[in-house]
């Protein structure tokens, strides 16, 4: 278990089990869990359904992506080499824009549990939770400041001590309550396996699980500073996507034993559920302790997300896609201008707590927003495969999806049929919770997209020669 400094190449050596902890932090978040707990038993089907149709698609294409082109810049160099540069800077902006909506409904989490260790009542305060989540978010980007080394040690405790942790010891509490016969809001039978897709109001709230298993081409940021990329990045893939897949499906299951179906708070339901299991088991004290280290685990997964998407989308400069002013870094090599641009961008976005009914409403629709701009990145990321496979054969990738196209086209035209199907349900507000006027939900998630996806474009169509290069005399293609 090391990061260390070693000089190759001037760059820093990233350890398997550093790089499997990132992957964990990027995509394990405990705070999504009560999104899927409210589908009962059912949530085992739908669990493997994505599993299978969404995060198998992406792990494998990432894995070969990652070992064929093992760059810095990840989606970007990815798209660039099959469809030029325009729309390579589109898919990084992508990856890297999806969290201004995401950063908000992830440090609500945070401002939830906070209250629920030291004042409950104030969880559901708009303005509680609006003051959380800027000073947490302002506070992680200060920090990032100072560099990868110190964030990755971040995340890989954080993802440790708050979110494997807590999520393993959910699940045991889950596991003794029915050994003792305790009963159960869930029912266990073949039939409950069966999802009910008696309408798709229903299905809204699995678009949002797409958005639990996302980001494992994130850490594709980090891959000139991983030791052997080609051997280990895929080893750090898989093992992070097994390590999330259980702890999603049978902490869900833990919380959905203990809580109403119907009444799962989308915010505070993780709380609400360890509330009741150590109420039972005569252990209250601990809930204090439980929150405060899902609260670092939160934290954890933030500054995770924090720098790699913006090391990604600083690559771009490179190539002058974005101006000189976002071209500057300080002498740790942290582009800190993007930073704080993103960290401006989410303070507004973030006042959509003050708009929305309650915070579970405000939680889905910036959750909704950041998943189908992330499932356009992957849209683009499974077209690039495919173009890749045909028009840069003789790459080296050391690892393949098997069969030479066959297995190419099955794996991409799968996870891109998926990501279209995710992407228009979540356009139907879900039936279990409140999200007010119908037309204002789904005009503000349609102007999210126009906006957020005309910005690369049109900051394309303004790039210079000026731009090349600025603060970077050294970069070539």
């Not at 002498?331 to 201008?337: I, L, Q, R």
Request: aromatic residues 14%; hydrophobic residues 55%.
């Amino acid at each position: 278990m090391e990061l260390s400094e070693t000089k190759k190449g001037g760059k820093r050596v990233i350890s398997v089990f550093i790089l499997v902890m990132l992957n964990v932090s990027i995509m394990a978040s405990l705070r999504n869990l009560p999104l899927v707990a409210s589908y009962g038993f059912s949530v085992l089907s739908l669990f493997l359904i994505v599993g299978f149709c969404f995060l198998m698609p992406c792990a494998l294409v990432s894995a070969e992506l990652a070992t064929g082109w093992p760059k810095s810049g990840g989606i970007y160099i990815w798209v660039r080499e099959a469809f030029g540069d325009t729309w390579g800077f589109v898919a990084i902006w992508l990856q890297w824009i999806h969290n201004v909506a995401w950063y908000p409904a992830i440090l609500s989490f945070i401002a939830a549990t906070l209250a629920y260790v030291f004042y409950p009542p104030i969880a559901e305060s708009k303005y509680y939770v609006l003051a959380v989540v800027l000073i947490s978010f302002w506070s992680v980007t200060v920090m990032n400041f100072k560099g990868i080394k110190m964030s990755a040690w971040f995340s890989t405790l954080g993802v440790i001590a708050g979110t494997i942790a807590p999520g393993v010891f959910l699940i045991l509490l889950g596991c003794v309550w029915l050994s003792a016969g305790n009963p159960s809001y869930i029912e266990f039978s073949w039939e409950a396996l069966i999802p009910k897709l008696d309408s798709i109001e229903h299905l809204s709230f699995l678009g949002g699980l797409f958005l639990a298993f996302a980001g494992l081409e994130v850490s594709s940021g980090y891959a000139s500073e991983v030791k052997d990329p080609q051997r280990n990045y895929p080893k750090g893939i898989i093992f992070a996507a097994l390590i999330t897949f259980f702890l999603f499906m049978l902490g869900s299951l833990a919380i959905g034993v203990v809580i109403p179906l119907d009444n799962v708070n989308l915010v505070a339901g993780l709380m609400e559920a360890l509330t009741v299991f150590l109420d039972h088991f005569h252990m209250s004290w601990m809930i204090h302790v439980l929150g405060i280290l899902l609260v670092f685990g939160a934290i954890g997964e933030v500054n995770a997300w924090i720098i790699g998407p913006v090391k990604a989308l600083f690559t771009t400069t490179q190539h002058g896609n974005l101006p000189p002013y976002y071209q500057i870094t300080n002498k740790d090599n942290v582009p800190v201008n993007i930073l704080v641009t993103q960290a401006i961008i989410v303070t507004i976005v973030s006042l959509v707590f003050t708009l929305m009914p309650n915070i579970s409403s405000a939680y889905w629709i910036l959750t909704a927003l950041s998943t189908q701009l992330y499932l356009l990145m992957y849209i683009l990321m499974f077209i690039s495969a495919i173009k890749l496979r045909y028009s840069q054969p003789l790459v080296p990738r050391a690892y393949r999806i098997p069969h030479p196209h066959k297995g190419m086209w099955a794996v991409a035209i799968l996870g891109i049929l998926t990501c279209l199907f995710a992407f228009i349900i979540l356009f139907v507000p879900p039936a279990q919770i409140d999200t007010g006027n119908t037309y204002v939900y789904e005009g503000f998630l349609i102007i999210g997209l126009v906006i957020m996806t005309a910005i690369p474009f049109i900051i394309h169509s303004f790039k210079k020669p000026s731009w090349y290069g600025a603060f970077r005399p050294d970069a070539k293609d």
